[in-house]
């Protein structure tokens, strides 16, 4: 990485803590080894592929933690210019509108500002990850048979904020030099999402167009 994306993306400007990997466990081991496959510069087609011998909930999981913290970082790097005067609503262009639901306060689908809906998202996520009965880190747990299901939902929701950030602040992201970043980790993001069918075509839509363009 450069230096001015050092600068960029090594500034303590996530929400909240990484999600780290426990060095000795099973996930800190296929952590390394998806680490490895991108460092190696492989084809990333080909990095998001199940290695042989792995359980696909455990490689799925590392995933799932790993794009929250990317995701995460890259959207902490714009957020001073995603603020409840820009973005009052949580939008991806005039066409697409994300609203906010969850168990607790926001029982119907809820109109709010980007910023207020990226907090509670990554508060959501967080939330889901750290859950052991979701996310079990124990070798041998097994995981619940909705893993998937809620999976599904995370990386769908992650998937807006590639969405709003490419929409409405993609001229911050190449003001501060990090576009190269920002399309390897979505390219990364949307071959691993299709290798394992794990958001639907609609939310696919918004940035169809320019995945076409940059995922061959």
Same mark, same amino acid.
Request: charged fraction near 25%; aromatic fraction near 12%; charge should be positive.
């Given at each position: ?14 929400f909240?803590?990484?999600?780290k ?17 991108l ?9 998001v ?10 490689? +799925?999981a /590392? !995933? &799932? ?5 990317r995701?995460?970082l890259?959207?902490g790097t714009?957020?001073?210019?995603? =603020?409840?005067q820009s973005?009052?609503i949580?939008?991806?262009?005039p066409k ?10 926001y ?9 207020r ?10 939330v889901?990850?750290n ?13 619940p ?12 929701r992650?998937?807006? +904020?590639? /969405? !709003? &950030?490419y ?16 399309n =390897? ?24 167009e ?5 995922c061959?």
């Amino acid at each position: 990485m450069s230096n001015p994306l050092k600068q960029v993306f090594n500034k303590d400007r996530t929400f909240r803590p990484k999600r780290k990997f426990e060095p000795g466990t099973q996930r800190f081991e296929l952590h390394k080894k998806a680490q490895a496959s991108l460092n190696a510069g492989l084809d990333l087609k080909l990095a998001v592929q199940l290695p042989h011998g792995e359980d696909q909930n455990d490689w +799925v999981a /590392v !995933h &799932v933690v790993d794009f929250f913290n990317r995701i995460n970082l890259i959207y902490g790097t714009i957020s001073d210019s995603c =603020t409840e005067q820009s973005c009052p609503i949580m939008s991806g262009g005039p066409k697409y509108e994300y609203r906010w639901q969850d168990e607790h306060r926001y029982r119907k689908p809820t109109a709010l500002s980007a910023p207020r809906y990226m907090n509670l998202l990554m508060d959501w996520i967080e939330v889901q990850i750290n859950n052991e009965d979701i996310f079990p880190t124990n070798v041998g747990t097994p995981f619940p048979r909705n893993f998937l299901q809620v999976v599904k939902k995370i990386l769908s929701r992650l998937f807006r +904020v590639f /969405v !709003h &950030v490419y929409i409405h602040h993609f001229d911050r992201i190449i003001q501060m030099g990090a576009e190269a970043h920002v399309n =390897t980790c979505y390219k990364h993001f949307y071959y691993f999402v299709t290798e394992f069918n794990l958001t639907d075509n609609k939310e696919l839509e918004p940035l169809k167009e320019m995945t076409s363009r940059m995922c061959h």
